[in-house]
């Protein structure tokens, strides 16, 4: 079992910057497959990034590549997301989620992965 709670979440301006913590309980930390999804309102749960066990392969969706940054503490267990140049459309809720499976690079669903934080709203304002 895996438990995520994300954090970092807040309002910024245009441009500004946010840094997202995920910590995640027990052991297995560096065993998963971790990534981050947002959720707008009245749009469905997109994928943002993604970073392997080992954390040598990572991958971005096209909309937020080159801004943001997925990383992770293997010593604190907790995996982060530098969100850089932020735009109203980066408004969300983000979720850090957990992958039991390996990951070889590409973007990930929602059923690809196993366990799931509650989420941290990120507002962007114009």
């Known amino acids: 079992q895996v438990q995520l709670v994300e954090s970092g979440g807040g309002l910024v301006q245009a441009g500004g910057s946010l840094r997202l913590s995920c910590a995640a309980s027990?052991?297995?930390?560096?065993?998963?497959?971790m990534g981050w999804f947002r959720q707008a309102p009245g749009k469905e749960r997109e994928f943002v990034a993604a970073i392997s066990r080992i954390g040598g392969s990572t991958y971005y969706a096209n909309s937020v590549k080159g801004r943001f940054t997925i990383s992770r503490d293997y010593a604190k267990g907790t995996l982060y997301l530098q969100m850089n140049s932020l735009k109203p459309e980066d408004t969300a809720v983000y979720y850090c989620a957990a992958r039991t499976a390996s990951y070889s690079g590409g973007s990930l669903a929602g059923y690809d992965m196993d366990y799931w934080g509650k989420g941290t709203l990120v507002t962007v304002s114009s």
């Open positions: 027990g052991r297995s930390f560096s065993t998963r497959t």
